[in-house]
C-alpha cells in the first residue's frame, strides 16, 4: 500500500476543499513523489447533456495528474445529485465498504502519496455506513479539515467536526482556514488561530480569498450550465467576478448594475428591458434564464458591444446554485489558474507538514 495518505475533508461545498486538494498534489509533485487521487464518494456535478453521470472534481485530477485508473475505480461510489437512495437498495453496507476498500487498495499500491478528497461533509455516505472518518479509519488516515471563514462561528464548525470524527477514532491531523477575507487574516492570526490550538488542534494554513482563483470568464460559465450564446460571442473571455440578479424595474437596475464591476447579470430571457439596461451599462455577461428568448432587438446591440448573452433552461435560483459550485473550479487545461492556486497554498499553509 502507499506510504502516505492525505484525506482532506470538509462540511461545505464552498470551503475550496477541491484547489486545495489539487494544489497540495501538484505540490507534492514538484517534489519528485509519485501522487495518486482518491474520492471514495462521488457526486455528479455535470451539467453537460451525455456527461451527467461524472464528477469533474474526478475528471480533473485524473488529467492534471496523469492517472491510469479508469474514473470508477478512482471514484467507486457515486450520488445521483439529490435523488440517489433508489441507488443504494440492493447491497448491506459492507458491499460498499468491501468496494471502496478494493478500489483504495489498487489506487495507492504504487504511489508515495495519495490525496484523498472526501465529499461534500463529514457525514455524507453514513447512509451506507462510509462517513468520512470512518473511511479515514479504515484506510488508517488522518483528516486535514478545510473550512472557510466567514466569521468566528468557525471555531463551532471546528470544534463539532473534532467531536464526531473521535466518535469513529478518527483523528484531524490539521485545520486549514481558506477563502479568508484579506480585511480579516490579521485577526484570525492573532485570535482564531491560537483558540483553535488550544483545543489540541494544529492550524497550519490561513488562506486568504484570491479574487483571481475565483474571477470567471463568460464563456467558462456557460460551458458549465451548458448554454447557449445567443450573440456577443466575442465577449466569451471576459471576466466575471461579480453575480447579479436583475428583478427590479430598468431605473433601480441601472443604479445597481453602475456600481459593480464586471458583473453577470443573471436575469429571464423576456426582460427585455432588463437586458438593455445591463448591455448600457457594461455587464460582462447576461444569463437569460427559463430557456425565454429575448426580443430580436437585442442581439445585434449585444453583438456590438461584445456581451455574450447565455440562454439556459433553468429558473433564476437554481442557476445561481449552478453557477455557485463553479465558483474557484480549476479545470485541467487552466494552468494559469492552477499555479495561482499553487502558490497560494505554498505561501499560506505549512504544505511540508502534511505532505511528508
Given amino acids: 500500500m502507499g506510504k502516505k495518505t492525505v484525506y482532506v475533508a470538509s462540511n461545505d461545498d464552498d470551503s475550496g476543499k477541491s484547489i486545495v486538494t489539487l494544489a497540495l498534489a501538484?505540490?507534492?509533485?514538484e517534489t519528485g513523489k509519485t501522487v495518486g487521487y482518491f474520492k471514495p464518494i462521488g457526486m455528479e456535478t455535470s451539467l453537460t447533456p451525455g456527461r451527467e453521470a461524472v464528477d469533474e472534481d474526478v475528471e480533473i485530477f485524473k488529467k492534471a495528474l496523469n492517472l491510469e485508473f479508469e474514473s470508477e475505480i478512482l471514484c467507486p461510489i457515486m450520488l445521483r445529485g439529490d435523488f440517489f437512495l433508489d441507488d443504494f437498495t440492493e447491497f448491506n453496507p459492507s458491499h460498499y465498504i468491501e468496494k471502496i476498500n478494493?478500489?483504495?487498495?489498487?489506487?495507492?499500491l504504487v504511489k508515495d502519496i495519495t490525496l484523498i478528497e472526501g465529499p461534500r461533509s463529514l457525514a455524507t455516505g453514513s447512509f451506507i455506513g462510509c462517513p468520512v472518518p470512518k473511511l479515514a479509519r479504515e484506510f488508517n488516515s488522518e483528516i486535514t479539515l478545510v473550512l472557510r471563514?466567514?466569521?468566528e462561528s468557525v471555531v463551532d464548525e471546528v470544534l463539532q467536526a473534532k467531536e464526531y470524527c473521535a466518535r469513529w477514532n478518527a483523528g484531524i491531523s490539521c485545520v486549514l482556514l481558506n477563502r479568508i477575507p484579506p480585511d480579516r487574516v490579521e485577526d484570525v492570526k492573532v485570535k482564531i488561530k491560537p483558540f483553535i490550538e488550544r483545543q489540541g488542534l494544529k492550524v497550519l494554513g490561513l488562506i486568504p480569498?484570491?479574487?483571481?482563483?475565483?474571477?470567471?470568464?463568460?464563456?467558462?460559465v456557460c460551458d458549465f450550465l451548458g448554454g447557449k450564446v445567443l450573440a456577443g460571442f466575442d465577449g466569451l473571455e471576459n471576466i466575471i467576478e461579480t453575480i447579479l440578479i436583475g428583478a427590479m424595474t430598468p431605473e433601480s437596475a441601472a443604479k445597481y448594475f453602475q456600481k459593480a464591476r464586471?458583473?453577470?447579470?443573471?436575469?429571464?430571457?423576456?426582460r427585455n428591458d432588463i437586458i438593455l439596461t445591463a448591455l448600457?451599462?457594461?455587464?460582462?455577461?447576461?444569463?437569460?434564464?427559463?430557456?425565454?428568448?429575448?426580443?430580436a432587438k437585442v442581439l445585434p446591440r449585444a453583438d456590438e458591444l461584445k456581451t455574450p448573452l447565455i440562454l439556459v433552461p433553468y429558473d433564476t435560483y437554481?442557476?445561481?446554485?449552478?453557477?455557485?459550485?463553479?465558483?474557484?473550479?480549476v479545470k485541467p487545461k487552466d494552468v494559469r489558474r492552477m499555479q495561482i492556486a499553487v502558490e497560494l497554498i505554498k505561501k499560506n499553509v505549512d504544505w511540508k507538514q502534511i505532505l511528508e
Fill in 26 to 29: 501538484m505540490i507534492a509533485k
Fill in 102 to 108: 478494493s478500489a483504495f487498495k489498487a489506487v495507492t
Fill in 149 to 151: 471563514f466567514t466569521d
Fill in 209 to 220: 480569498e484570491e479574487a483571481k482563483l475565483s474571477a470567471l470568464t463568460a464563456g467558462e
Fill in 262 to 270: 464586471n458583473e453577470l447579470v443573471v436575469t429571464g430571457g423576456d
Fill in 280 to 295: 448600457e451599462t457594461g455587464a460582462s455577461a447576461i444569463i437569460l434564464t427559463g430557456n425565454l428568448y429575448p426580443s
Fill in 318 to 329: 437554481t442557476t445561481l446554485q449552478h453557477i455557485n459550485k463553479v465558483i474557484g473550479r
